[in-house]
Structure formats: C-alpha cells, structure tokens
C-alpha cells in the first residue's frame, strides 16, 4: 500500500454566496484553475487544490490531505468565503 492511501483527508464544504460575481470567478480560478482554448492551442492553469493535492468531489466540496488543511483554511479566511472543515 501507497503512503499516500493511507493519508487522512478533510472535507471542505464551502459557500459562495455573499462573494460578487467577479469575486467567485476569481476565487473559482485561482483555487480549482482553469483551461483556455486558443486556436489550436490549449492552456491548462492548475489552481491551488491540485497543488495541494486535493480532490474535487463535486461544485462546494472539496478533499485536502490533513497535513494542508491549514493552508486552505487561512486561504478561504483571507477571501471571505464561508466554509466548514469536517476531519
């Protein structure tokens, strides 16, 4: 077995709803990343959660090994977003 599967994870439940528009947009984009078509060619800009090896489970929640949760905590905080960590 992988180190890695053994790893605990926490869950993010996050909400967006008292962020304007351009505020979910770039949160959305430089948390979860983005990809742009130009023509034939095609750019992909990781966000923060793959850096930190999280999984997105679905639109308002996420996993993030235990060990960087408190990264995303202080990151959610300095964005306003309103979120709950369960172990």
Request: charged share 25%; no cysteine.
């Amino acid at each position: 077995m992988l180190k890695k599967e053994l790893e605990g994870y926490s869950l993010f439940m996050y909400s967006l709803k008292d962020i304007s528009m351009k505020g979910k947009v770039k949160f959305i984009r430089d948390f979860l990343g983005y990809r742009i078509t130009k023509g034939n060619t095609h750019y992909s800009y990781g966000g923060l959660l793959k850096k930190l090896d999280g999984i997105k489970i679905n639109n308002n929640n996420f996993l993030v090994p235990s060990g960087n949760s408190a990264i995303v905590e202080a990151y959610l905080k300095s964005k306003g977003v309103d979120f709950i960590v369960k172990e």
